[in-house]
């Protein structure tokens, strides 16, 4: 398989979306960009937009060209300041740079496609989460600090549902589908 360009985005049979992302530079260009990329099953899909947001040019790059180092693909982060960082992947025809605003969700994006390409699970590290077990520890205030960052509640609540009078349960502040007459209750 060899890069593709087309003028369209379409996925292939078979082809499952990974990961995407908007707003992408591309190149040596600025730090600012409109363009889309995703990970799929198959390829790393660059979407060149304009700045109306119409797709211009549409690059497939399948995975099996990304070169291999060690059995690790070589799509790497490289930090281009304190913030910023560019997702840099060495193919077998050339290196491609897509820049991201924050270096983190570049991390990301290493994590996944070695994930896809070698099936192994990548550790991530997870500023949220280590605050929210330091703060457990501390006062045991987790589900308070969990909705400060919008991350979902995992205490058990219940409920009756507002139209049948069903007994309902679920997460703290989860909607659920009564299973009876489809109305949706939010659990307190
Ligand atoms: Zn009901």
């Not at 003028?7 to 292939?12: P, R, T």
């Not at 192994?120 to 280590?130: A, C, H, L, S, Y």
């Not at 205030?141 to 309902?168: D, H, M, P, Y």
Request: proline share 3%.
């Amino acid at each position: 398989m060899a890069k593709e360009i087309t003028s369209e985005f379409n996925l292939k049979p078979e082809e499952a979306v990974i990961l995407s992302a908007e707003k992408v530079a591309y190149g040596n260009g600025p730090f600012n960009g409109n363009n889309d990329l995703i990970l799929t099953n198959q390829a790393i899909i660059f979407i060149k937009k304009d700045l109306f947001g119409k797709v211009k040019e549409v690059t497939r790059h399948p995975l099996s060209d990304i070169c291999m180092s060690a059995g690790k693909p070589q799509a790497v982060k490289n930090q281009t300041d304190a913030v910023s960082a560019s997702f840099d992947v060495y193919l077998t025809y050339g290196v491609e740079k897509f820049k991201f605003t924050f270096g983190s969700e570049v991390d990301e994006w290493v994590a996944s496609v070695t994930e896809t390409i070698t099936g192994e699970k990548v550790q991530r590290k997870n500023e949220f989460e280590d605050l929210i077990n330091f703060a457990d520890t501390v006062s045991g205030s987790v589900n308070s600090l969990r909705k400060a960052f919008g991350i979902k509640s995992t205490e058990q609540g219940a409920c009756k549902c507002s139209s049948c009078g069903a007994s309902l349960s679920g997460t703290e502040d989860e909607v659920v589908i009564c299973p009876f007459c489809g109305t949706h209750n939010k659990i307190g």
